[in-house]
């Protein structure tokens, strides 16, 4: 079945540094990727993705990063503020319309 | 105005108790969805529905009955609460379109006791 791997569990890093979030997937069939953030209390929403067919997808200080033969994919944060300090969870998508997501990164941004 | 929205928001019942989560969207998606959130924030997919049918029933014990009266509301039932029932449920729609993006509600915490 589908599994997704994510790592680290947290993540503490100081505001203007970068924060690189990674996960691993198991299904080759697996075609769209994308990251939520959960802030404390509130839903997760969605930040950023990508599809089988790109590599790279770059939206202001987010990143993701798609390598289909390792089967792994990547958040990027660069310059860290404070309000950047939630969960953040990778998720994988291959067939029945059925989003797995990964086990959660909790990022803290040390001002 | 609220594109998925969930109640109750907080819920406090003792075991062995039956109790309905109910969801609704007006976003106009085909396919709506139940998701667990545990302790250690896992988010595990329940259900999945499609234009009012059946598509998604993970490993979900029979007490979790999901109910779907059109494509804009999708119920969750559960029978016979257990204190392991406590957690975070989310509600969620998609619109199978070019982004794939699952739009959350803002969640109802369930506490069995």
């Known amino acids: 079945g589908e599994n997704v791997e994510q790592h680290p569990s947290t993540l503490s890093v100081q505001e203007g540094d970068s924060a690189v979030i990674k996960c691993t997937y198991s299904d080759s069939a697996s075609n769209y990727f994308p990251w939520y953030k959960q802030e404390l209390g509130k839903r997760p929403q969605l930040i950023i993705d990508i599809r089988s067919n790109v590599g790279e997808k770059k939206d202001q200080r987010i990143a993701v990063t798609l390598n289909k033969t390792a089967k792994h994919f990547s958040l990027h944060i660069t310059e860290t503020q404070p309000e950047d300090s939630a969960v953040y969870f990778c998720?994988?998508?291959?067939?029945?319309?059925?989003?797995?997501f990964g086990t959660g990164t909790r990022l803290a941004v040390r001002p | 105005d609220t594109a998925v929205s969930q109640t109750p928001k907080y819920l406090v019942t003792q075991m062995g108790n039956d109790k309905s989560i109910k969801c609704e969207q007006n976003?106009?998606?085909?396919?709506m969805y139940w998701y667990k959130q545990d302790s250690k924030k896992f988010l595990k997919i329940m259900f999945s529905?499609?234009?009012?049918?059946?598509?998604i029933n993970e490993t979900v014990p029979n007490r979790f009955s999901p109910k779907s009266p059109d494509k804009a509301h999708l119920n969750l039932h559960i029978n016979s609460l257990e204190l392991g029932d406590s957690a975070v449920y989310f509600c969620?729609?998609?619109?199978?379109?070019?982004?794939?993006?699952?739009?959350f509600g803002e969640g109802s915490r369930l506490t069995v006791l």
């Open positions: 976003l106009g998606h085909d396919t």
């Open positions: 529905y499609n234009n009012k049918e059946l598509i």
């Open positions: 969620a729609s998609r619109d199978r379109g070019d982004t794939g993006e699952l739009f």
């Open positions: 998720a994988e998508e291959s067939s029945g319309d059925k989003l797995t």
